[in-house]
Nanobody
Framework: QVQLVESGGGLVQAGGSLRLSCVASGIIYTINSMSWYCQAPGKQRDLVAT???????NYADSVKGRFTISRDNAKNTVYLQMNSLKPEDTGVYYCNFGDRIGQRYWGQGIQVTVSS
């Protein structure tokens, strides 16, 4: 059974930092992309950052220069370092993994709250 477990969320003041982690277990095929999404209250789930198996990264414009995505393939883990956090970064953050045959897997989500 595939399971993705996020950790590292919480409450932080504006300007602060958090580091999210997501570790996967039970995935049979090679993991290609690893991504983070955010769903703010009352809004759709939006892509925050993606990292490919080759290490290429892509970020939403709103987080460029503040967030950094990285991965540890040996541990099936993806990280999101979030610096200079803003109240508008508040939301539930989900990790998403895509394997080489096109299957996609979601974590259960973790709350990040940035107070002003």
């Amino acid at each position: 059974q595939v399971q993705l477990v996020e950790s590292g969320g919480g409450l932080v003041q504006a300007g602060g930092s958090l580091r999210l982690s997501c570790v996967a277990s039970g995935i049979i095929y090679t993991i290609n992309s690893m991504s983070w999404y955010c769903q703010a209250p009352g809004k759709q789930r939006d892509l925050v950052a993606t990292i490919t198996s080759g290490g290429e990264t892509n970020y939403a414009d709103s987080v460029k220069g503040r967030f950094t995505i990285s991965r540890d393939n040996a541990k099936n883990t993806v990280y999101l370092q979030m610096n200079s956090l803003k109240p508008e970064d508040t939301g539930v953050y989900y990790c998403n993994f895509g394997d080489r045959i096109g299957q996609r897997y979601w974590g259960q989500g973790i709350q990040v709250t940035v107070s002003s």
